[in-house]
């Protein structure tokens, strides 16, 4: 089988690539011959954590914010459609116009259509037209959807008209981890996001000026390109000694270390259906506040701690929150139980096997273990 669109693996940029670092080493030790589509540079090849029984396939693409998503798409799916695997696992509903490249081929596809890419405020108006239509590509072209949350699939069968898998992110429940130095444990504030507007970065960082005057706040994460909010998040960290900013953190043992000792985490998403930083935070017993959305809540269920996306409310219910323990430790408890209980990666990479079985003819299927 084959995986198109991430970056490849083992890569830590974003949920899908968490999604396949998770998944390929799964069907591997069920017996699947599993190649994994990506990019120069993108993956480490002495990555601890990487498994060798999983193969790897590098193709060409161009670097740009706009660009890459499409060229790495369109290579990966034309030497995928030359050497003709049993089934595709095919990420982004960008790579719906390469779709038929593959049904040519006669390769089912499962195609997991991530989030409502045309709603996000980071996309102008042409880079949500390509999305849009490769939406609509992927509805006539792909054999099967996958949703990652139930709210996303309603969302396609009202502007589709199609049912699909529902099949969310998981999430690892670590071990005690030693916590980051100069933290203490329940004692500061974390925010972890890529830094686009619909994260509620500004918002964070704007409430973050009043919070850092009573507690510790730390926040993980970049652009990627660099730019407004960047600058923003490094001019506050240079002039406040209670801020601290990590950039991008690759490494998952020091992550799950700063949610699991985080007096509460903010999550900021606003689209995008289940989203895996959320999820791994639950897992993690991160006290979670979260911005009311329907994506959120779904996640959270009828317990979850809320706040409007604004600097003032984020400000007032993380206060909140910080000052009362007994409502954190009931916060971080009812989150990993939930993860448990609907998150976990055994269940999810279990279903996309089910899923990605039923594709591919009883003859043809692997000797899976």
Request: hydrophobic share 40%.
């Amino acid at each position: 089988m084959a995986i198109i669109g991430t970056r490849g693996y083992p890569s830590y940029y974003g949920g899908f690539e968490t999604a396949v670092r998770k998944l390929a080493p799964f069907l591997a030790e069920r017996g699947w011959d599993v190649t994994v589509y990506g990019r120069n540079g993108s993956t480490l090849d002495d990555d601890p954590q990487r498994d060798h029984r999983v193969n790897t396939r590098v193709t060409r693409g161009v670097e740009s914010k706009s660009l890459s998503t499409l060229s790495y798409g369109l290579t990966a799916s034309l030497d995928a459609a030359l050497r003709k695997p049993d089934v595709a696992l095919v990420m982004n509903v960008a790579n719906g116009y390469f779709l038929p490249l593959l049904k040519a081929r006669g390769i089912p596809t499962l195609v997991n259509v991530d989030g409502i890419e045309w709603d996000r405020t980071k996309w102008g108006r042409l880079a949500k037209s390509v999305f849009h239509t490769g939406a609509k590509w992927t509805a006539r072209h792909g054999n099967r959807l996958v949703y990652d949350s139930k709210e996303i699939g309603r969302r396609w069968k009202s502007e589709f008209g199609l049912e699909g898998e529902f099949i969310p992110y998981g999430g690892d429940e670590p071990a005690d981890l030693p916590i980051e130095p100069g933290l203490v444990h329940r004692g500061y504030i974390l925010l972890v996001a890529r830094f686009v507007p619909e994260n509620t970065v500004p918002e964070f960082v704007k409430a973050a000026e009043v919070l850092s005057k009573t507690y510790p706040v730390v926040i993980v994460g970049s652009s990627g390109y660099g730019g407004e909010i960047d600058d923003r998040v490094a001019e506050l960290a240079k002039g406040n000694h209670n801020v601290q900013w990590l950039g991008h953190v690759s490494d998952d043992a020091r992550l799950l270390s700063l949610w699991q000792h985080a007096g509460v985490y903010f999550h900021g998403h606003s689209v995008g259906g289940t989203n895996p930083a959320l999820v791994q935070a639950m897992a993690a017993g991160a006290p979670v506040v979260a911005r009311d959305t329907v994506y959120n809540r779904e996640v959270l269920g009828d317990k979850a701690i809320l706040a409007a996306p604004t600097a003032a409310d984020i400000a007032r219910v993380i206060t909140k929150t910080m000052d009362a323990p007994s409502l954190r430790e009931v916060s971080s408890a009812e989150s990993v139980q939930r993860a448990r209980e609907y998150y976990s990666w055994v269940g999810v990479n279990s279903h996309y096997e089910r899923a990605l079985l039923e594709l591919i003819p009883a003859s043809a299927r692997p000797a899976v273990k």
